[in-house]
């Protein structure tokens, strides 16, 4: 059964390089696989990722949009979006969907997915 649901939540992502010295420090590419074992790649400043500085690998977190809980699969479809760059150059917004348990709450919205199971 799936649930909709408007909610924030942070995506636990990896930060794999920093991306360019130039024109600007402290640009970062994370990277997360969905269910599918697709990769998705961003791309944006360290504080956009939780991070004051990094070492590679590092865990980070990226801002997602719950849009849609799939209670059956144990899966929530985020959106995610860019403001420097992402990796589907064809969009500044993606969806994709991934296991619940890559997700960490913003304040009580992952409570709000936890109970969609519970009931």
Not at 22 to 34: H, L, N, S, T
Not at 44 to 65: M, V
Not at 79 to 107: C, H, M, P
Request: aromatic share 8%.
């Amino acid at each position: 059964m799936n649930q909709e649901v408007a909610s924030l939540v942070d995506l636990l992502v990896v930060a794999t390089r920093e991306v360019s010295l130039e024109p600007q420090p402290g640009i970062v590419e994370v990277m997360v696989f969905d269910v599918l074992g697709k990769k998705w790649c961003f791309v944006d400043k360290y504080p956009i990722f939780g991070l004051e500085h990094c070492y590679f690998p590092s865990a980070a977190l990226l801002r997602c949009q719950v849009i849609e809980v799939d209670i059956a699969k144990n899966q929530v479809l985020v959106s995610a979006s860019n403001s420097y760059q992402i990796g589907d150059e064809n969009s500044q917004t993606v969806e994709f969907w991934v296991r619940k348990n890559q997700l960490i709450a913003v304040s009580a919205q992952l409570q709000k997915i936890e109970n969609l199971g519970a009931s």
